[in-house]
């Protein structure tokens, strides 16, 4: 009885998980790919989908989609390693450095984007700063689709503030994870912080980084409440595709196609990065 008992153990303290995941995620996901490809009749179409290329904003919504992914991804995983080696060094006072730095993480996408838009609006924050300082003269419209460079710029500053704490979280226990004596010895045979940091410390940190990579790529493709919030329907992407088919069209089988859309575009972007070789592969295929 005991040895039956201990053999379902793991599956019971599992089971919340499995069901978790079973109503909030693969019973909505089987619901969005059979209405992305319904028909009116009850069958399978392609319809959806050629309504969906079809939509006069798919290509811009495509288009920033991917242009926000390649600036906001390496800048976040870039701010978020070089803020995590800053921690792991012990300095005085990282604790609460740290903290501060996750704070964001308790604030909600649109919530973001409203904070950084009264930032960034015409009568905002840094156009007060900027004319009291003497920079500009007059106010700058920072979120007008005349000036892109701006708007996508606020986009890309919003955005990092909000979530380069989350790939910070998972760089933060990878490094936990190194021994410190590693990085000791290095310093024992006269490596610097630097090379300690490039030699020793990165190699051994390749895993969490690469879920890191991962995660914030599934949700770049995402990407919708801050760049609602700041440049509303002037810059459209996929995400907010899916949500005006659905809340503003009433077409929930386009919204559908939208969102399988975006899975299926995280997926290859997901499978490319991890077939790509690691640095020692590399090496020895050459």
Do not use: C, K
């Not at 904070?115 to 924050?125: P, S, V």
């Amino acid at each position: 009885m005991h040895t039956r008992t201990g053999q379902l153990l793991p599956f019971t303290l599992v089971l919340p998980s499995m069901a978790f995941l079973a109503v909030l995620i693969l019973i909505p996901l089987a619901q969005a790919l059979f209405l992305a490809f319904a028909s009116d009749s009850g069958g399978f179409t392609l319809a959806n989908f050629q309504r969906m290329l079809a939509d006069a904003n798919f290509s811009d919504a495509y288009r920033n989609t991917f242009l926000l992914l390649v600036l906001i991804v390496p800048l976040q995983v870039a701010l978020a390693l070089a803020i995590a080696l800053l921690v792991n060094s012990r300095f005085r006072g990282h604790r609460l450095f740290f903290l501060i730095y996750t704070i964001p993480l308790a604030v909600s996408d649109l919530a973001a984007g409203l904070l950084w838009l009264a930032a960034f609006t015409e009568r905002g924050y840094l156009n007060s700063v900027l004319q009291n300082a003497g920079v500009i003269s007059q106010p700058v419209l920072w979120l007008s689709f005349d000036n892109f460079a701006g708007l996508v710029t606020a986009i890309v500053i919003a955005e990092s503030w909000r979530t380069t704490a989350m790939v910070l979280l998972v760089l933060i226990a990878g490094l936990e994870l190194i021994p410190r004596e590693l990085s000791e010895t290095a310093a024992l045979f006269g490596a610097g912080r630097f090379r300690r940091a490039v030699h020793v410390v990165l190699p051994l940190l390749r895993p969490s980084l690469q879920s890191a990579l991962v995660i914030r790529m599934i949700f770049a493709f995402q990407t919708f409440a801050v760049v609602f919030a700041l440049a509303g329907r002037n810059l459209p992407v996929l995400a907010g595709g899916t949500y005006s088919s659905y809340a503003t069209n009433h077409d929930e089988r386009l919204a559908a196609a939208y969102g399988v859309v975006i899975l299926a575009l995280s997926l290859v972007a997901i499978v490319l990065y991890l077939s790509l070789p690691g640095p020692r592969e590399a090496e020895v295929e050459r």
